[in-house]
């Protein structure tokens, strides 16, 4: 049996990577962020929107316009693979820092305690989109304030949730992992292998 092809809505080189673990040929179809133009998702929880709710409709919501933009362009039909991860302290999420002063902002508050990541994973196939969202618990231990700003001044947290990569300089912070580290990296391979069997797509 061949492993599945699918397409990715992403431009992360974070997901591309644990795809290639799974052995996944894989095409990248990245979505609109750009400010100059019309973006294809507009990023922001609703009010009051629970954390698990929010990664849930926004790898739905990329999932779904990557098959818009598959069949727009005319590609040969495969699976649309999409991925949203955030972090989330005390019920609030961090998304990416804005700027240097944010991201330090997040660490800070990250800093000696434990937070979860969410991420969720959607696959749209024909008509259906299925969803799984994987959790983990991650403990930062205390963070003096020179270090998060050295940190920061590497440039790594500004495209990351939380203002940190796990799999990066930031693996010095984390104390403990309880769940997927995968999950955490930002595609959680045991519920990405999940969705793709469920549409009839095994990894293995």
Known sequence: MTAPAVYLASKSPRRE???????IDFASLP???SSARERDIVEGA???EPPRHYVERIARTKATIGWQRMLQRGLPPRPVLGADTEVVLN????GKPQDAADAIRMLALLSGRTHHVLTAVALTWEQNTAAEISTSAVTFRALARDEIERYVATGEPFDKAGAYAV????ATFV???DGS???I???PLYETAAVLAGIGFPVL
């Open 17 to 23: 990577e644990l795809l290639r673990q799974l052995g």
């Open 31 to 33: 979505l609109r962020e």
């Open 46 to 48: 609703h009010d009051a």
């Open 91 to 94: 019920d609030t999420i961090f």
């Open 167 to 170: 799999q990066g300089r930031a």
């Open 175 to 177: 104390q403990r992992i």
């Open 181 to 183: 580290y995968s999950g």
């Open 185 to 187: 990296m930002g595609l």
